[in-house]
């Protein structure tokens, strides 16, 4: 399965897409190329740092996809985190941030942001495997709380509702017009990409 095909799958699984496939699946980013600083509303700014890391491996330009950092995704996980959950919620955020530099430590001997593309794919690779099955066994989040999770479903939930993914890559028809029950996709436009409402 290709990138594509995994974000037209998971589009129309969820809607909003707040699943992602396997880190293995995706294809990495430019390692070399140098970003711009931004300044975080909510996070501090290494916490900011390691958002903007983990969101590009998440969902890394391509030749025909715009990537987390060209669509501000980082931003977004920033302002949504900061505005829409709860304090308690919030914490435990930065918490589990906390806890991904300490595992990377542990493993590396070095924080997150210091290691290397494969490395840092490895340790998400690892707590991506996890915390899906910690979930499993206790999907209760008073609980149990997968930070690593959470930063995936705000992540896609900012890539797919983000105005030049719903029009330049989903199929996206405001005034839908006359239902019609039984037509090929291909004559309403969708062919083989997916549509945004």
């Known amino acids: 399965m290709t990138r594509r095909e995994a974000l037209r799958n998971t589009a129309l699984i969820s809607g ?4 992602m496939p396997s880190l293995a699946a995706i294809l990495q ?15 501090n700014q ?11 491996m998440l969902l890394p330009h ?3 996809l715009p990537g987390a950092w060209d669509l501000d995704v980082h931003a977004f996980v920033d302002k949504f985190v900061g505005q829409v959950f709860e304090a308690e919620d919030q914490e435990k ?32 690779n690892k707590i991506d495997a996890e915390q899906r099955a910690k979930v499993k066994e206790q ?8 930070t690593f999770l959470k930063i995936k479903d705000v992540a896609f939930f900012g890539y797919f509702t983000h105005e030049k993914i719903g029009l330049e890559v989903l199929v996206y028809d405001p005034i839908p ?5 039984c037509i090929p996709v291909a004559e309403v ?3 083989k990409r997916t549509w945004a409402l």
């Not at 017009?177 to 029950?181: D, I, M, N, S």
């Open 62 to 64: 391509t030749s025909d």
């Open 177 to 181: 017009g006359v239902y019609q029950g």
């Open 29 to 43: 980013s430019c390692a070399g190329q140098k970003r711009p600083q931004w300044l975080p509303n909510f996070f």
């Open 93 to 124: 955020f930065k918490g589990g941030l906390d806890d991904i530099t300490q595992q990377c430590q542990t493993a590396y001997g070095k924080p997150f942001m210091e290691c290397s593309k494969e490395q840092q794919y490895e340790l998400l």
């Open 46 to 56: 290494g916490h900011a740092d390691m958002i903007t890391e983990i969101v590009e």
């Open 16 to 19: 909003y897409a707040l699943a």
């Open 139 to 146: 999907p209760n989040e008073d609980i149990y709380w997968p």
């Open 189 to 191: 436009g969708g062919g």
